[in-house]
T-cell receptor, first 115, second 113 residues
């Protein structure tokens, strides 16, 4: 399977703990995106990378959130000092560049539950 | 991005065509219309996009009105596996765009046997 993969699929953590999620994009895609989705809502954009450079961050991405994409391959999203409001599905997507950047391939997501 | 308006839910009988409308009356000349769907417990899936001409691929057809203020996604022979939330997104896909997708609430399509 050469699609986008995300790990873990589920994460349960206690409030105040740090968590890290991983996304492996489609290998030839130079763009990688993170979205967050809460129950009953559409996904919300968090941030995106072109190769290893993080080029845009949403206001939703507070200082407790950090994302990296070393060497322009996989990406990690870390949440420090988790809060109950961080409970959501975290989706990763990848795409080619240019006008193809809107044809995104999504992973299955990581569901985070903060207790 | 132009605001899009979709009905919250629709039903369709299996084997029949599903026609999902989207209103984007404030769309500008360089904004494309994209459709995605999200099957329960999965990530969104790209379906199709268009600017002003009608488009067709192996999944669906996209009909855009001449004034571009609305569009319809057509699933010609809906199956139970097409039950999903369908999102219509209007966005500028040209120039130095970076691919930020702005999802609304979408339309929950339920295909019945």
């Amino acid at each position: 399977d050469t699609g986008v993969s995300q790990n873990p699929r589920h994460k349960i953590t206690k409030r105040g703990q740090n968590v890290t999620f991983r996304c492996d994009p489609i290998s030839e895609h130079n763009r990688l995106y993170w979205y967050r989705q809460t129950l009953g809502q559409g996904p919300e954009f968090l941030t995106y990378f072109q190769n290893e450079a993080q080029l845009e961050k949403s206001r939703l991405l507070s200082d407790r959130f950090s994302a990296e994409r070393p060497k322009g391959s996989f990406s990690t999203l870390e949440i420090q000092r988790t809060e109950q409001g961080d409970s959501a599905m975290y989706l990763c997507a990848s795409s080619l560049g240019g006008v193809r950047s809107y044809e995104q391939y999504f992973g299955p997501g990581t569901r985070l539950t903060v207790t | 991005d132009a605001k899009t308006t979709q009905p919250p839910s629709m039903d369709c009988a299996e084997g029949r065509a599903a026609n999902l409308p989207c209103n984007h009356s404030t769309i500008s000349g360089n904004e494309y219309v994209y459709w995605y769907r999200q099957i329960h417990s999965q990530g969104p899936q790209y379906i199709i996009h268009g600017l002003k001409n009608n488009e067709t691929n192996e999944m669906a057809s996209l009909i855009i009105t001449e004034d571009r203020k609305s569009s319809t996604l057509i699933l010609p022979h809906a199956t139970l596996r097409d039950t999903a939330v369908y999102y219509c997104i209007a966005t500028n896909a040209g120039g130095t765009s970076y691919g930020k997708l702005t999802f609304g609430q979408g339309t929950i399509l339920t295909v019945h046997p």
